[in-house]
Every structure is written in structure tokens, then in C-alpha cells.
């Protein structure tokens, strides 16, 4: 990264929240934040620079809320269930939609108000890149999604399915376009999947993942019941989790927009 480009984006962190890996690396369902937030902006003719107060930062994608403070605003992020509450130290959020009602009860329970808007934004990829625009490879009946925390070699015996999420989100999106079906442990691997109408099931593989995000984000959509799969062979049976009003969730999380902060 040049010394510009670190200087951007040192000022872009100011108005909106993504976690990173330590090595400066990319995990696809966070850096998703960026890519989604910043499509939003472009439809006004703005960008992340522009936010009139940049001491208080967007939260948008991701489990992330334990990094909020004070005052600052949620569109569509959600709680990460395996981090002590202890590390919740904000009082007081300007919530404008999230995941799912998992995290809207969890928040509204420590008297922080919290309309009823649902959806990860990473729901709203194909209104800004098409299956069209981004292309696809030739078909190939499955992709197996590991966890970011996982080691590729735990899915040895499928590894010419393997599409892992250290990609940015163009890549991996075109990557995955080419699947019939989609066997994720990663949650933004379910979650890009069903945007672009293609079958998912959730592998519970032992990622030493909380399940909350998992329930919360189905319940967003309005799924109270859905399955998993312990195997890769198990969640091909299974075969997904049927259908959801996807058009519905992503002109809520458009209308809630915060562009008022702009």
C-alpha cells in the first residue's frame, strides 16, 4: 500500500467501520462494509470523506458491534454472541436496521431503541454488481466456503472445490456465480449466495463460531427454521433453505440509509 493510499485510508476509518486481519490481509464479508457503503454514497454523489462528523463511525457489516462507541450509528451489523458483554461498553447507538431480531432484542434490552429493519447489507451486492456486469466461470455443481479462521487443509478431500474468503468481494463473488449449489462455514458465504439466488447451507464444521449470527441473520429474513449441515455431504442433501423476499429486505436497508450523515 502506498503511503497515499494508507493516508486515505486512515480518513475513510473515520466515517465507517471494517475489521481487518492483523497482516493487512481481507476477509470478503467485512471488507463487504466498504464496498456496500461506499455504492450506497455514489448513488447521492458521495463518499466516505464527505461524512460531516467523522468521530463517530457507520457500522455496517459484520458481528461488530463490540467496537461501537458512544453515539455512533448501526445499519445492518449485528452482535457477536462469543464476545463477552463486558466489551459491549457503549450506552447510547443511533440504530438504523440490523441483521436480525436476535441482535434488535439484544440491544433493545440494554435500552437502546432499535427499529424493526432487517438485513445484512451484503444483501444488496447484486442492485450494484449484476451477475451480468461481474461474469462467471463455467458451472461446477458445488464450492465449499471455509471460515476465515479455518485451515484449507481441513477440507482436503475437497479442495478443488475450495473457494476461500481472503478474496475481495468482486473475485470472490465471480468465483462463486460459477456454483449450483454453496456449502459455506463462512456466514457471508451463505449470505452472498442466496443474493444471487443460488442454494446455501450453512456447514457447522466446528469453526468455534456462535451460532447466534447464523439464527439471526435467517431470522432477518424471516426464516425462524432453517438447517445445517455437520458434513459437506450432509448440506448437499439438505440441497438450501428455500426462498425469502429478498427484494423486500433490500429496499428497507435502502430506505435506512443514514444519508443524513452526509
Not at 151 to 178: H, S
Not at 199 to 221: I, Q
Request: proline share 6%.
Amino acid at each position: 500500500m502506498s503511503l497515499f493510499d494508507a493516508w486515505l485510508e486512515r480518513r475513510q476509518r473515520r466515517a465507517l467501520y471494517w475489521w481487518q486481519p492483523n497482516n493487512g490481509g481481507v476477509n470478503v464479508g467485512d471488507h463487504l462494509s466498504k464496498v456496500i457503503v461506499e455504492a450506497m454514497l455514489a448513488l447521492r454523489d458521495e463518499d466516505l470523506l464527505h461524512k460531516q462528523d467523522r468521530s463517530r463511525r457507520l457500522f455496517a457489516i459484520g458481528s461488530v458491534l463490540h467496537n461501537a462507541r458512544d453515539g455512533e450509528t448501526v445499519w445492518g451489523s449485528g452482535i457477536n454472541a462469543k464476545i463477552p458483554e463486558a466489551q459491549h461498553r457503549f450506552r447510547a447507538l443511533d440504530v438504523r436496521a440490523v441483521r436480525g431480531p436476535l441482535t434488535r432484542q439484544w440491544l433493545m434490552d440494554r435500552g437502546i431503541p432499535v427499529p424493526e429493519v432487517y438485513g445484512d447489507p451484503a444483501l444488496l451486492m447484486p442492485m450494484f454488481y449484476s451477475n451480468e456486469l461481474i461474469g462467471a466461470p463455467g458451472k461446477t455443481p458445488f464450492v465449499v466456503i471455509p471460515h476465515f479462521n479455518e485451515a484449507p487443509e481441513k477440507y482436503a478431500a475437497n479442495r478443488d472445490r475450495l473457494l476461500l474468503p481472503n478474496m475481495k468481494p468482486l473475485a470472490f463473488v465471480r468465483a462463486l456465480l460459477g456454483a449450483e449449489t454453496v456449502v459455506s462455514s463462512s456466514l457471508h458465504g451463505v449470505i452472498l449466495a442466496e443474493a444471487y439466488g443460488i442454494p446455501a447451507v450453512y456447514l457447522d464444521s466446528g469453526n468455534g463460531e456462535n451460532r447466534f449470527k447464523y439464527d439471526d441473520y435467517y431470522a432477518g429474513t424471516g426464516r425462524a427454521s432453517w438447517r445445517s449441515g455437520r458434513t459437506v455431504e450432509e448440506c448437499l442433501d439438505i440441497g438450501g433453505n428455500g426462498p425469502f423476499d429478498l427484494h423486500g429486505i433490500q429496499v428497507g436497508l435502502r430506505k435506512a440509509f443514514p444519508y443524513d450523515l452526509w
